[in-house]
């Protein structure tokens, strides 16, 4: 592991344990908007730091299945052209080669690695799991492949070809993060 990503987990183990995250967020803004404001090209544009705090909803419109089976069954599904047999993971509403509406179908949990990075330093959700991978995984009977949090299982990096298995978390909110991939052994 990188020395720079060591320090700078230990760093933020220590402020997390010490005060919330919020209000270490709340500490910085308050410094910002008591001190001096950014005046930007010769004081044509005035700058002031603030903090936006916003709940909202939104629809997954015609990709709801995908997202509600993950939620309740931890299952993965794609949609298969109804006239060509193509099977689209993510899913998708209609074929990109014929056209022609798509039905929702089964994806096997084991893929294959098409493409990946490994990713050193990230957002706090995933700062403990530093390093991972991020790839599109093509599930062994699908035709397209996803982008996906891939596990190294202690590797620094992941070849494509190698062969993975979805992972599912054990409480479920039906988004994309509820599952990742992990090299199959």
């Given at each position: 592991?990188?020395e720079s ?48 705090v916003m ?131």
């Amino acid at each position: 592991m990188r020395e720079s990503t060591k320090k700078a987990k230990e760093v933020l183990g220590r402020e997390l344990k010490s005060r919330p995250l919020e209000s270490l967020i709340d500490d910085m803004i308050l410094k910002k908007i008591t001190g001096n404001p950014s005046v930007l090209e010769s004081e044509k544009y005035f700058e002031v730091p603030d903090k936006m705090v916003m709940f909202y909803k939104y629809s997954y419109g015609q990709q709801s299945r995908f997202f509600k089976e993950l939620k309740d069954n931890a299952a993965l599904y794609g949609a298969r052209c109804r006239k060509c047999g193509i099977v689209y993971f993510p899913p998708r509403a209609q074929c990109s080669e014929c056209y022609s509406d798509t039905e929702w179908t089964p994806v096997s949990n084991e893929g294959v690695v098409v493409s990946s990075t490994t990713v050193w330093y990230t957002t706090s959700e995933f700062f403990d799991r530093t390093p991972y991978a991020v790839g599109y995984v093509r599930p062994t009977d699908a035709n397209t492949a996803m982008l996906q949090r891939i596990d190294l299982k202690g590797r620094e990096f992941i070849e494509p070809g190698e062969k993975v298995i979805a992972v599912f978390k054990r409480e479920r909110f039906g988004t994309v993060s509820d599952f990742w991939y992990e090299i199959k052994e």
